[in-house]
């Protein structure tokens, strides 16, 4: 008990160590972008307004889509257009019927080779060695004492 607990105390030590380093470095990092921008403070952004953020998406939509790195599907998901998405989710589900239709077949056929195999196996050494048990090979048993 007293491992586990020394583990346990160990992990939080860790963890508190790990979560003072992820701070220093995010302060950092916060710090060295604000400076970049000329600002001390975050609050001295201004405030865009929503007409002003969704002109800046539709320009960057549409140089996606002339340099052709824009992909319709994942924008329809994203933007709450579940119709592509519905689609895509029925032709996955179609193929994977259709796959576990197919596979389950050969699963089938495959356990029918194997029992036929099994099957001619136990016969053809039945009919060479028909007076032969397997336990004649063995000299002595395990069990017997010697």
Same mark, same amino acid.
Request: proline content about 1%.
């Given at each position: ?54 002109? =800046? ?10 340099? =052709? ?78």
């Amino acid at each position: 008990m007293k491992n586990k607990t020394d583990i346990q105390t160990k992990n939080q030590q860790i963890d508190k160590i790990l979560q003072e380093q992820y701070d220093a470095e995010t302060k950092i990092l916060e710090s060295a972008l604000l400076n970049v921008a000329g600002k001390t403070s975050w609050d001295e952004f201004p405030e865009e307004s929503e007409e002003k953020i969704r002109a =800046g998406y539709d320009r960057l939509i549409t140089r996606l889509r002339e340099k =052709g790195d824009f992909n319709e599907a994942a924008r329809a998901e994203k933007t709450g257009s579940t119709r592509a998405a519905k689609e895509k989710l029925e032709i996955l589900e179609y193929d994977w019927n259709r796959t576990h239709r197919i596979l389950k077949s050969a699963a089938a056929a495959v356990a029918v080779v194997m029992l036929t195999a099994l099957v001619g196996m136990t016969a053809i050494a039945d009919c060479r060695y028909p007076d032969k048990n397997t336990q004649t090979y063995q000299k002595t048993s395990v069990f017997e004492k010697k």
